[in-house]
Nanobody, 123 residues
């Protein structure tokens, strides 16, 4: 599946952004979707994931209660609503897709990756 992430930008601490990831190719409804991020000088890390059915969601502890992952089957798009942003949320955010019913926090479980979108949170 091909993925196109968008929605990044510069925001002040406490603000909000919504990232979008448009999917094409393999059936979107059969794919688990995830968001990961990579801050400058750090390893890429898990942020959130949603199952193919939308029933199950995982979040990293660092974003739980502030970020929400969702998906729109009509638009073949997965979203990451980010509220109460902190400077430590600054990173390039990547969306990823994996075939099958299960979701995962592990990067190696994902087959396809988008190009990334930069989020910068100023203090």
């Amino acid at each position: 599946v091909q993925l196109q992430a968008s929605g990044g930008g510069l925001v002040q601490a406490g603000g909000s952004l919504r990232l979008s990831c448009a999917a094409s190719g393999r059936a979107f409804s059969n794919s688990g979707m995830g968001w990961f991020r990579q801050a400058p000088g750090k390893e890429r890390e898990f942020v959130a994931a949603i199952s193919w059915s939308g029933d199950a969601r995982y979040y990293a502890d660092s974003v739980k209660g502030r970020f929400t992952i969702s998906r729109d089957y009509a638009k073949n798009t997965v979203y990451l609503q980010m509220n109460s942003l902190k400077p430590e949320d600054t990173a390039v955010y990547y969306c990823a897709a994996r075939a099958g019913a299960f979701i995962s926090r592990a990067q190696e479980a994902y087959d396809d990756w988008g190009q990334g979108t930069l989020v910068t949170v100023s203090s």
